[in-house]
């Protein structure tokens, strides 16, 4: 249905002129090109800088609500689209886009709400009506819809989406002969209507007519092969027929599409189990669970086939995992029980037994119980399909702290290339006047800068004696950080503080390095090769993980004693608690840091990650979409994946 949007929001830009005032109808008419030619990142960054000029240009806002909502930031959409009407309030199509932007995220009685005010404003507007009734459509209130839908016809008939959705909503209402004339006459009016195919042959799936559905499946994929949606409506087809091996197919095509389709990856698995190839369904399970870790039958039926291959211990691990998603899963306990008893845990899988058979009885025996926790099971047993959300970007199966990281913590480097980037943030201002004019202090969170030897040999040239002090020192360390030479670079760090106790920037770069070489021994992994008697064997190694993060912890502290407005030391002390599993004095920290740098998008970016975590997600797309505004592309990812439909 987003698709559908869309093309409202291209249709409105090509043919609308907004009456830009003063002097910024040039950056306004660019802006709508570039969402026009999808290069919403560049709308969204002209846009800021229109508003941070006229910020009571309605248009700004309202174009700029556009080009989020493109990108999937319907929370973002939303919050422009309102600074649009309180400018003016007189817009009826502000109105509308806010009530798309709502529906997207199921708020649907707001939405038609604001579908009721456009009208009012516009009430000859087909458009509006067909936005009312999609609403209404979502809510079931078919009957309705399909009025909403005849205005819209009546006002202009030759709209093929507006047949397409009242086939939708005379389908709900189980009028599948008067659907599928409308699907028809949408085909008539536009022959290479994908949606008109795939609509009419769900209709005939849902009459049971899947070979007809079929033929209309294998009509949308001619005209765009690149549509994950019509694989996977044919693939529950072909299973309908019994074509299994035509259904895993399709859905390695949905996949293939669109990676992070939980319910394709699933939907395999379960195919793959019936046809006995155990090992790929468990695989397909394990990119489920990567999509989707809270999914409850996934754990359940990936240990049910654990235990097919005698896999006890994983199958265990797969039905504790689901237990701890839904604690009152008795078949689990069961199952579990079953696993313990293969390995010889006996007594353990007694007392499994004795709570499934609680359990169990409890669930059968009192139903008003089940019922009042039927919402909470619905949410841990159903998928997300997201056929609408392929990513953008960085193509990592993105999980919260597994897969997707925080950002970088920043760090003070050294360039002798004055074109080399200055960072926006405070934190390299107030250093030492003995600071060589030829060298650049940088703040950055990955190091780029690579002829450190160059840059040693500039400084020992500039800083000769009796000038060497606490900022050679400080100097010296950032090459020996650059170089990784960890021990070097804090031996250096800590003479620059020894030298000057109120040396900021070293306390912080000396955190940095701790931080660094606490990372670099957690990595050690080595496969070592040896020779017994002629005979090469191999040693595996591995250094014992080092998490002692108090030292780092007090230099943060101190460099913010000594500089409460660096937002930079916020940013790096929230990131060392997200470490320390401190999720709440993370958060302060982010909020710190926004507070002293309004415009710090990789805190927004940050705090979202643990607000997801936390499972806070109005404050977490809240703080994605400041940071997709601000500029940072990483954020509108994590958007599609969770703040989209």
């Keep these: 249905m987003k698709s559908i949007y869309l093309s409202l929001i291209y249709l409105f830009l090509i043919i609308s002129q ?19 030619n999808n290069e919403n990142e560049k709308a969204i960054e002209r846009l800021n800088t229109v508003i941070k000029v006229k910020p009571d240009l309605y248009d700004a806002y309202f174009f700029r609500g556009i080009a989020k909502f493109s990108m ?9 689209f309102s600074e649009t009407i309180r400018i003016n309030p007189f817009f009826p199509t502000a109105f509308q886009y806010r009530g798309i932007a709502k529906d997207a995220l199921h708020n649907y009685n707001s939405a038609l709400n604001d579908f009721d005010i456009a009208i009012g404003m516009d009430i000859n507007n087909p458009s509006l009506y067909m936005a009312r009734s999609l609403s209404k459509i979502n809510i079931q209130n078919y009957s309705a819809a399909i009025e909403d839908l005849d205005k819209a016809i009546k006002l202009n008939a030759k709209v093929p989406d507006f047949y397409i959705y009242r086939a939708v909503a005379k389908a709900g209402l189980k009028q599948y002969k008067s659907a599928v004339s409308d699907c028809n006459i949408a085909i008539s009016l536009n022959q290479f209507n994908t949606q008109a195919f795939v609509r009419r042959g769900l209709i005939f799936f849902v009459q049971e007519m899947y070979k007809e559905a079929i033929k209309d499946y294998n009509h949308a994929i001619k005209i765009k092969p690149n549509e994950a949606y019509s694989y996977y409506v044919r693939a529950l087809a072909k299973y309908k027929l019994d074509d299994i091996e035509g259904a895993i197919t399709d859905y390695g095509k949905v996949v293939e599409l669109n990676k992070y389709n939980a319910l394709a990856y699933y939907n395999r698995a379960m195919l793959y189990a019936q046809t006995g190839a155990a090992n790929k369904a468990i695989n397909d399970l394990y990119h489920v669970s990567e999509i989707n870790p809270d999914h409850i039958l ?3 039926n990936r240990g049910q086939m654990q ?15 689901a237990l701890e998603i839904y604690p009152d899963f008795g078949e689990a306990y069961y199952m579990r029980a079953m696993a313990k008893r293969k390995i010889g845990q006996n007594r353990s899988a007694e007392q499994d037994y004795r709570i499934a058979k609680i359990k169990l009885e409890k669930q059968n025996s009192d139903s008003t119980k089940f019922a009042v926790n039927k919402d909470k099971y619905r949410k841990v047993i159903e998928l997300e399909a997201n056929f609408n959300n392929n990513f953008i970007g960085d193509d990592k199966i993105y999980s919260v702290f597994s897969g997707i990281d925080p950002l970088d913590d920043f760090f ?33 969170q990955r190091d780029t800068l690579s002829d450190y030897q160059q ?8 800083c000769k004696e009796p000038v060497r002090g606490a900022l050679y020192e400080f100097l010296n360390g950032i090459i020996e950080l650059g170089n990784k030479n960890f021990n070097l670079s804090l031996d250096a760090f800590a003479q620059a503080i020894e030298l000057d106790t109120t040396f900021t920037q070293a306390y912080l770069n000396r955190a940095y390095a701790r931080l660094k070489m606490i990372d670099f021994i957690n990595s050690i992994d080595q496969d070592i090769q040896i020779s017994v008697d002629g005979k090469k064997t191999h040693v595996e190694t591995k250094t014992v993980a080092t998490n002692d993060y108090t030292a780092i912890l007090a230099d943060y502290n101190k460099a913010i004693e000594l500089q409460p407005d660096y937002a930079i ?4 002390r929230a990131n060392l608690k997200i470490k320390a599993k401190d999720y709440s004095g993370a958060l302060f920290d982010y909020n710190r840091a926004i507070k002293l740098e309004p415009e710090f998008a990789e805190a927004y970016y940050n705090k979202a990650l643990v607000h997801i975590y936390l499972k806070e997600m109005n404050m977490a797309c809240f703080s994605l ?20 439909n």
Excluded: W
């Design 18 to 36: 907004l009456s830009a005032q003063l002097n910024t109808p040039v950056y306004i008419d660019k802006a709508r090109r570039e969402i026009v």
């Design 72 to 80: 999937g930031d319907y929370t973002g959409a939303i919050e422009d």
């Design 298 to 300: 996934t754990h359940y």
């Design 307 to 321: 235990m097919e291959l005698k896999k006890y211990r994983e199958a265990i691990d797969d039905f504790s995992k």
């Design 412 to 444: 003070i480097a050294v360039s002798n290339n004055k074109k080399y980037y200055r960072a926006k943030y405070r934190g390299i201002d107030q250093l030492p006047e003995q600071m060589p004019k030829s060298l650049q202090l940088v703040i950055i």
């Design 455 to 462: 840059l040693s040999a500039t400084i020992d040239s500039l």
């Design 569 to 572: 030391i916020y940013f790096n």
């Design 625 to 644: 979409s400041k940071a997709g505004e601000l500029g940072l592309k990483q954020a509108y990812v994590v958007i599609k994946r969770y703040c989209g």
